[in-house]
């Protein structure tokens, strides 16, 4: 609605513009909350529902602590308030802290891996020598399909030593190896063969959307396809790499599923393995749910904290490069005035 | 650069990230918070219907042992659900359900874990349901386990000695006598390895402290004590740490094997031959007869002797064991003990379980061990009277022992630093970091902790 509503009969009169250019912000001035507050209201209801209220409800837990009598044989049980009691004790827990560093070994480990085999297979559907790509594409989206809990069982079932026929082949080879033993790389394989067809389609559809004329453009530049791989098209999807590599490390930090499982097979990947299975444990091995809390409020926290840090670091990059030619011009402008 | 609608959005994204995660452990914490706390009216069945309880376990032959109560039964019916072994996950699943207040009427519990139950306060007191008439029937050392502060918080269903299950061809082929002692077990481990370099003598579980507890148990040792109103833990004592070396000795000579309990690797390797014993407890005969003895082949091949012993003097701990323990919130807690005294110390109950073919529980009541050795077929242990050989390991069973009310952290602690052995961890400072985290955890639920 503007103020330029047509008055029926032909030409519009100033007046009637202006009338009704009055009329229509006297309607956005008397009622501001009118329809935002209708549209927004079902988001906000469920918002306060299964966000706040649950957030909330952890933030309280993780301030009390369950504290017994006697030898604590049906005795009273309260709940005492400690503060950030429970908060030093995850921090002080080298349980914890171990979590956070498999964490951080894993993002390193996975996600240029996963990140460079998706875009690799992308550019290559993508490039005009790609056969059979609708079969490709679906095949190797496949993994993603499965059930992360599935996927896990399965792997764990090919990492067996003495089930495995992978393992066995391996080690009748001559090959001694130890999945159990080194769980990082076991966990990095689930997850690289569980996303990298995902995150290929949505950088084959980024890539799709890339203009014709930029790539014939290109070629007519005599670029070879390597070259405008890396030059033209990484760059024009820079947005999509961005965004799934945000997904991916705050994916990364709720790791929990895959460890889990292979927790029942391989003694080393221990119960607080991952800092979302630190708070499992704590909360139904030990029943310590004010602990529980606290560090699922920190892991909350460290979330929002790289996320912030990681949309900065790549924002910023992407204003320096659309700036450069400016700051050229002004370096340029200050070496001739001296 | 730096207009509030971007720091409107930076602070929306903060938001989102935080609630994505925190949701998680909230939902888990806060689902079912409401339970059916109104079905409990019609309690006591004096109206004349049957009262209805739930009953939530996963020992082997408990589905046999429902169905026949519930034949015999017209006024307490038992709705039965198999939750998984206690260690796998049970436990966690029974203190979600009562922290939630929709846990089942009665459960099953194992020995070392009553203490950390009670404590939270997840299992109602059933002295005054308990005649001492019922009490007097079970063995002395069970009863030690399920009276805590002087109440009684739970009826034993077995008492569990351990036992040695071996394989006699392997023994045979590599000339190896049944060991008596430590000693000879450990000579006949390398023999066992000589004869054939893929065959390990047995399994030590990572996963699964209560093996290496009832060891210690064996060995003389004493965990947890209480002086008046504090907790004193001892697990650095000299039978401990003379345990723990012996096990650490063992893994370093690569002399046993490492696996997890129960594991499909561990299956595998006593299907294939390559271990040829199981370090078990009297309820193992029954899990070891249903993992293996589907295979005719292998029947026969097994046979049970008395766990060795430090001096070659028959001694025993006891490897788990299970009881019936009421949940807090339940108002049939009559009909849920009329149940479980049924299931303990009738011989209808004890025979409904060992006939199921799958459990071999010694039973925590002595006058039924008759009953339980008749139900059993002995054709996999290639008709060895194999409860006379738990007959004898539960009169050995050390008295005295107890376990404390932080089993949960005790556990989880060992289970962890028992699975970095080999990485920096051995088996007495798996010992000694789990007794830290025992002491740690006293601490934090406001108990007392003497010396």
Redesign the interface.
Known sequence: MSGTTPVPGGGTSAAARGGSAAAAGARRRRAPFGAPAVLLAPFLVLFTA??LI??G??VY?SLF??????????GT??Q?FTGIGNYT?ALGDA?FRDGFWNTAQYCLLYIPLMLGLSLAVALLLDSALARAKRFFQLALFLPHAVPGIIAALVWT?LY????SPVVDALNSAGAQVDVF?HPLPAIVNIAVWEWTGYNMVIFYAALQAIPREVLEAAVVDGAGPLRTAFSVKIPLIRASVVMVGLFTV?GS??L?TEPMILH?????????WTP?MY???A???????GL??AS??L???A??A???VV?RFTRDRG?KRTSKPARQRAEKRTETAR | MSSPALHRRRALRLAAAATATVLGVTLLAACGSDGDKSASASDAGSDGKPVSITFWGWAKGTKDVVQAFNASHPNIQVTFEEIPSGNAGGYAKISNAVKAGNAPDIFNVEYPQLPDFVSQGAVQDISKLVSADLKGKYLPQSMELTTLGGSTWALPLDASPQALYYRKDLFEKAGVAVPKTWDEFKGAAAKLKAADANTRIATFFPDDPSTFEAMVWQAGAKWFGTSGDSWKVDMAGAETKKVADYWQGLITDDLIRVQPSFSQQWTASLQKGETAAYLGAAWGGGVLKSTLGTDPSENGKWAVAPMPSWDGQPASGMLGGTTFAVSKDSKKAKAAVEFATWATTTPEGIQARIASGSSSAYPADPELVPVAKAAFKTEFYGGQDIYAVYQDAAKAIKPNWAWGPTMGATNSSMKDAFGKIGQGTTVPSAVDTAQQATLAELKNRGLKVAG
Do not use: H, K, M
Not at chain 1, 65 to 74: A, V
Not at chain 1, 160 to 163: D, E, Y
């Open positions: 299964c966000t649950p957030i409800y952890a837990l602590s369950e504290r017994r009598s006697g030898l604590g044989f049906g049980t309260t005492v004790r349980a079932y067996t030593p003495g089930i033993g705050i930090l709720q929990f029942d097979v391989a003694p080393g990947v221990v119960s607080t979302n708070s499992y444990a909360a139904f091995e030990r029943n310590d749910y529980a809390a699922s409020v892991l909350a926290l979330a929002a790289l996320s912030v949309t204003e």
